[in-house]
């Protein structure tokens, strides 16, 4: 968000002690709401989530319970890690021993980082400093044994230097090596080809998710726009381990070339371990902005090829939107090259099938993400009549978003949305991390700033 967000709360030390909603702002944008069958049935089951002047009390969200038992949810500790799998169809086998390692600095613009992982593959991403063809060797064991590259037309990538290879065919829960070689073409005539010697990364490892996962755990960033040092974050207790990390939004704000986004992916990647542990990345709105964001996307593989996007992990269904620029289309600044309405109405369509699909109704618990609100005084009000007609027929436990740079809670109601909505920081002293995690009984989510001071702290669940 590049102007001041103008947020009628009040604050003591980004403590929330009231959200009062505003009838009068909200229903110049507001679509109203009516409950499906669904969302009455569930509506039992939502609470207030509160920001309390105490950190330690957590807000709650209740479900039913026996008459005469109440039932106490303490979640902690919810998740060990895994690893990211891996991503293509095998090319022939290669030799994987008596090779030299080169130290990835060398090498690699940006080392490994994993994307789209999924219980039966993965896709392994990675930059090199010049025009190479790329391949990784992986497998359960340190002889590894398996090959894949990728190979577009018959024909492989051999002088690229973005690399992308899936690996396919994985099996889930199971933990796998892999490392990256990678050659050059010395001279390309009509018969001879000369390359380099191949060279190797270090060897790096993930393990692949289940279905029978119970539990889940992330760490959520938001608005770093140039400040890539998300160390200080990361290291603060009760934030390690994570299954993955999730940008959303403003990771890449006013990018003006590849050098530099390859940089701040770099720092991204490399901080919450991206070899081992995927990292999502979610569109801001000032991802849109400059030189660079016409070829953002090619940074990030996304699960169908749209940066919209649903994905399970353990009891959770994480459904990421896109709420595009914060202006109307026709705004100078854009100089005719957007149109995000229609991106909007293609949103809307997708997101509708989404919550009709048993990978949506199947699960326990809910969480929306996007970087731009939908309610409160800074919702989106071009998403608003796209999107809050299709997310009143559904039911979302959560919402996570960005964009104020100011920690904030949404009360369920308050604005009238339907769930509790977090709000993270911004860049800076305003820096925080969100950590969610989740079991099949109850979820946890808890926003940190920068010195480790919780600002928000809420639980859902029995």
């Known amino acids: 968000m590049d102007h001041a967000a103008n947020i009628s709360l009040t604050m003591v030390s980004l403590a929330l002690t009231d959200i009062r909603t505003s009838e009068n702002m909200f229903s110049l944008h507001h679509t109203e709401i009516k409950k499906s069958p669904l969302s009455q049935e569930r509506e039992h089951y939502l609470d207030t989530i509160v920001v309390p002047s105490d950190p330690h009390t957590r807000f709650t969200k209740r479900r039913p319970v026996v008459p005469g038992i109440q039932i106490l949810l303490v979640i902690a500790g919810l998740c060990s890690p895994y690893a990211a799998p891996a991503v293509r169809a095998e090319a022939p086998a290669a030799t994987t021993t008596a090779a030299p390692e080169t130290p990835v600095d060398a090498a690699f613009t940006v080392p490994p980082y994993l994307q789209d992982l999924r219980a039966d593959r993965v896709t392994v991403m990675w930059w090199s400093a010049g025009g190479t063809y790329g391949w990784v060797e992986y497998g359960e064991t340190k002889a590894m044994g398996k090959r894949a590259d990728t190979v577009i037309d018959g024909m492989r990538e051999v002088t690229v230097s973005r690399h992308a290879v899936r690996l396919s065919g994985l099996t889930p829960a199971t933990r796998y090596l892999y490392r990256l070689g990678m050659r050059s073409i010395i001279s390309y005539k009509k018969n001879s080809v000369?390359?380099?010697?191949?060279?190797?990364?270090?060897?790096?490892?993930?393990?692949?998710?289940?279905?029978?996962?119970?539990?889940?755990?992330?760490?959520?960033?938001?608005?770093?726009?140039?400040?890539?040092?998300?160390?200080?974050?990361?290291?603060?207790?009760?934030?390690?381990?994570?299954?993955?990390?999730?940008?959303?939004?403003?990771?890449?704000?006013?990018?003006?070339?590849?050098?530099?986004?390859?940089?701040?992916?770099?720092?991204?990647?490399?901080?919450?371990?991206?070899?081992?542990?995927?990292?999502?990345?979610?569109?801001?709105?000032?991802?849109?902005?400059?030189?660079?964001?016409?070829?953002?996307?090619?940074?990030?593989?996304?699960?169908?090829?749209?940066?919209?996007?649903?994905?399970?992990?353990?009891?959770?269904?994480?459904?990421?939107?896109?709420?595009?620029?914060?202006?109307?289309?026709?705004?100078?600044?854009?100089g005719g090259m957007v149109d995000f309405s229609l991106f909007r109405a293609e949103v809307r369509n997708w997101l509708a099938r989404e919550i009709a699909s048993d990978a949506f109704r199947q699960v326990r618990w809910h969480v929306l993400i996007h970087h731009i609100p939908l309610y409160g005084p800074s919702g989106s009000k071009y998403s608003q009549p796209y999107y809050l007609p299709v997310l009143a027929n559904a039911v979302f436990d959560l919402a996570i978003n960005g964009y104020t740079h100011q920690a904030t809670v949404l009360n369920r109601g308050t604005w009238r949305n339907p769930y509790p909505v977090v709000i993270g920081g911004g860049p800076g002293p305003a820096a925080t991390v969100t950590v969610f995690e989740a079991n099949a009984i109850g979820w946890n989510v808890t926003v940190l700033d920068r010195t480790g001071k919780v600002l928000i702290k809420g639980r859902g669940g029995i």
């Open 194 to 334: 000369r390359w380099t010697e191949d060279i190797y990364s270090p060897v790096y490892s993930f393990t692949t998710p289940s279905s029978r996962d119970t539990q889940v755990r992330c760490a959520i960033f938001n608005d770093t726009h140039n400040d890539t040092d998300i160390a200080p974050l990361l290291s603060l207790p009760g934030v390690k381990p994570v299954d993955f990390s999730l940008f959303n939004g403003d990771s890449f704000a006013d990018i003006r070339s590849g050098p530099e986004a390859l940089a701040r992916l770099r720092s991204y990647t490399t901080a919450v371990d991206g070899a081992s542990r995927p990292a999502v990345f979610v569109r801001g709105n000032q991802d849109l902005r400059f030189a660079y964001s016409t070829n953002l996307r090619s940074l990030f593989t996304y699960p169908e090829d749209r940066c919209t996007f649903a994905f399970t992990r353990g009891p959770v269904r994480f459904v990421v939107l896109d709420c595009g620029e914060d202006k109307q289309d026709a705004d100078p600044s854009y």
